[in-house]
């Protein structure tokens, strides 16, 4: 199947025979699926073959293979419920048929509601799967839920449940009580929905296997209801059911007030739903991504955990919904950045909640994702020093106020300290937007400072900040604009360099476009010196050095068709962008962090904020819809 059909979310591709490795003993046939070329890889189904569905706090991930494979309770930080994505031994939630079968999966037009169109040689089925929701908003439990159709002849599914340990770290069991089963995983606890047709096969400790027979025109529906630390409120059947179609219908309306008709509607609308997956609706926080662990290379090393709100990834997902039309989430995002700046201080990232981000934490009884470690919670970039959070705050603002918002008086006299912050620290080295080990004064940097001044004297003039401090701020951000051409800038390599006295590139420097460098010779240079030094096709690694090292960035391409189409290079956009979407792999429109660029293959955390934007913020661009600060044509 082409791959822009797999863009537009609707896949059917050839399985193997191939059975990931199931230590459940109950014996069942082998299995025949038809939802990816490659089946699984040492036990692991391929990064891009997965569905996400979410409902505010927590996500999902679904394998090819109707398995629920990873799910944190009851929020996207919290240690997996669900881990088989990491840990072939680890807890999964499965439904499937008995026998060999071909399947269609897609989400629903304008939703995070996934149906798969199964069927076997006895007859066909829809299964519909929802992370439920309200209109109101999430649940106050989480809410997994699995309908099953018959449409034609007669079907045989298999449930298979077993509880993760939660990487190790508890001994589930499940206690029997006169209202059903609780499942117990450390402080989580959860109960099984179902209808009566779902008879038990099989009820251990840990799991448990049942059986489920649907004929034409009758359906089943099992639901994992779940919470932490409270008790435990168990729906009717009728009102789980009941709420897949009212998660939809919230789903469609939510994408219906997304303000965009230009071209490749449909990729942008399937990534503004993505992201929203990563909003957390209790704070308005967004995560970087669903997972932590999943490798930037097939080998160990760079694993890392995502789980957590980046300033820069919040800011860049608030600019990409601000750019949709998107507004009440970017005044929560907004408001959940001011309200942590101000009660901690700039840091590079908060947990979902705004507590501070632990240290990693190793798991080193748990295999990691096709055996490569390390898996870890928490993240050692928490400590770091960014000079890339002032740009990405101050233009989150500004184009916050720049369609007609207000900002409040603590916010304005915040942002104003920081932008004397930022004036004060700008000469001083710092880890860079890749957050590395080594403190450099990486020229990207130095033009996140350039930028937050540059919005900061303009909220100033227009009145949204104190006039007062403006004036340092204008002479400051001269500074740093005399300081990045005569230090950053090299005339052999007809480029701006990775930090001065290297002799590397950083594709990041692509976004030295949108933020409005008016350096426009240079950067049409520096934009074909990284391509060829960092291309790969339509792809780019991130900066020298990183091909041998880990795949290609995917957000890095997208940049790069914004800033060509920005500086006129309209035509080559297109192409480049074109050529990306065409070379993407993936069966639902779910888009990880990372592209082995060889072969295809995800690598990285998904679904991935940055690459979601990305494609957004790329496609606004070849639509004409630049959002400029104070722009309000």
Known sequence: MARRDCLAIAAACQLSMIEREAPMTHDLPALARELSPAGPLDGFWPIEDYAALGDGRCVALLAPDGSVDWLCVPNIDSPPMFDRLLHRAGGFFQIRPVGAYKATRRYREDSNVLETLIETETGSARLTESLNSTFAGRLPWTEFARRIEGLTGRMTFIVRFRLGTRCGTVAPWIQTTQNGNIFHVGSVLAHMVHTPNMRILREEDEAIEAEIVVGEKTHALVALVATENEPLAVPSVEEIDGRIETSDEAWRSWANTLHYDGPYREQVRRSALALKLLLYSSSGAIAAAATTSLPERLKDGKNWDYRYAWIRDAAYVANAFLRLGAVAEVKAALAWLVHHLGESGPMVMYGLSGQSVDDEIVYDEVEGYRGIKPVVSGNRAAGQHQHGIYGDIF?????FVSRGNLLDQKTAVLLADLADRCADHWRQKDAGIWELTEDQHYT???????????RAC????????????APRWAREKERILEWIDRECWCDRRKAYLFYPGSDGLDASIALAVPFGLDRRDRMLSTLR???????HGPFLFRYTGMREEEGAFLACSCWMVEALYLLGEKDEAERLYASFLERLPSNTGIMAEMINPETGMYLGNTPQGLSHLGV???ACALAGNRMKAFDLS
Request: with cysteine; glycine share 6%.
């Open 529 to 535: 010196a990284i391509r060829e030094e960092l291309g």
């Open 458 to 469: 303009q909220m100033a003039e227009r009145g949204h900040l104190a006039k007062d401090r």
């Open 395 to 399: 233009e989150t603002a500004a184009l």
């Open 444 to 454: 990207m940097s130095k033009i996140s400072c350039w930028q937050a001044l540059d």
């Open 616 to 618: 957004i913020h790329a």
